[in-house]
């Protein structure tokens, strides 16, 4: 069971999942295996955010360069998000989740595209937290393919250089309609973004676990959450009268 909170409770928070290989290391298990350890802890945090009220949750779970990897790794990923929505979309839509996938769709493999779209199709309408799940997705990419479409429409005339904005910029990256997330988690003790969500996180606050993401728990969860509520998030603003200054 969770802590009472401190209040405000993020709506978005994204989460880097990271240190399955560590966390199987130290214990001298197949990286499969922490990566299996890995999904337990997804389906934990999924459940604890929605408990929490957190409204959107963001997960890191393949990134563009995650191609790198061996083969074997690469299927063993894929394989487990495969066998995640397989066994647990159905519930997720009980329990009124809404799932959406982040990242570049093209040239997917033909028994990955189609389960992702299902997952998107089947919880379309639900109105309880909606789980982004950032798949073949990397920051820069995403906001290449962004400036690509505005190009075009300006090449083909519907659209004129001076009328591109920030808001814009945002309705054509991946998380369009999206709130941008208020915290970004990453587990392991790394202390950097990799690539995710750089346009979004312009006023993330950040917070650096040092445990690795298999053993992530609610707890940690909270414990993030308090640290956010302790922020004087100001926006590029002055602090409000009566508020300690930040930093
Ligand atoms: C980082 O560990 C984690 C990943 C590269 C992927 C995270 C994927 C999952 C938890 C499983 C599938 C996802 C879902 C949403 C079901 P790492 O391998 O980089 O660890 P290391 O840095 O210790 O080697």
Not at 95 to 115: A, H, K, M, S
Not at 124 to 151: H, K, Q
Request: without cysteine; proline residues 4%; aromatic residues 6%.
């Amino acid at each position: 069971m969770s802590e009472p909170l401190v209040p405000p409770v993020p709506e978005h928070v994204a989460i880097i999942m990271d240190g399955n290989g560590r966390w199987a290391n130290a214990r001298g298990l197949t990286r499969t295996m922490g990566h299996r350890k890995g999904v337990e802890a997804v389906r934990d945090a999924v459940r604890a955010a929605g408990r929490l009220g957190i409204r959107y949750l963001t997960l890191y779970a393949f990134s563009s360069e995650n191609w790198r990897r061996p083969e074997t790794e690469i299927n063993d990923l894929l394989g487990l998000l495969k066998l995640f929505i397989r066994r647990d979309l159905a519930e997720l839509h009980n329990e009124n989740v809404r799932i959406r996938i982040i990242g570049d769709r093209t040239g997917l493999r033909g028994d990955i595209l189609p389960l992702l779209l299902e997952a998107e199709e089947t919880t379309r309408n639900n109105s309880g937290l909606t789980l982004v799940i950032a798949f073949n997705y990397g920051s820069r990419d995403e906001i290449t393919r962004a400036v690509v479409s505005l190009a075009k429409d300006v090449e083909e005339g519907l659209l004129s250089a001076d009328r591109i904005t920030a808001d814009l910029i945002s309705s054509r990256l991946d998380t369009a309609g999206i709130p941008d997330p208020d915290l970004i988690i990453r587990t392991s003790g790394e202390e950097r973004l990799s690539n995710f969500l750089l346009w979004q996180a312009a006023y993330s606050e950040l917070v650096f676990i040092p445990e690795f993401w298999p053993d992530f728990t609610e707890a940690l969860l909270v414990e993030a959450l308090k640290k956010f509520a302790m922020r004087n998030r100001r926006f590029g603003a002055l602090a409000e009268p009566g508020k300690m200054a930040g930093t």
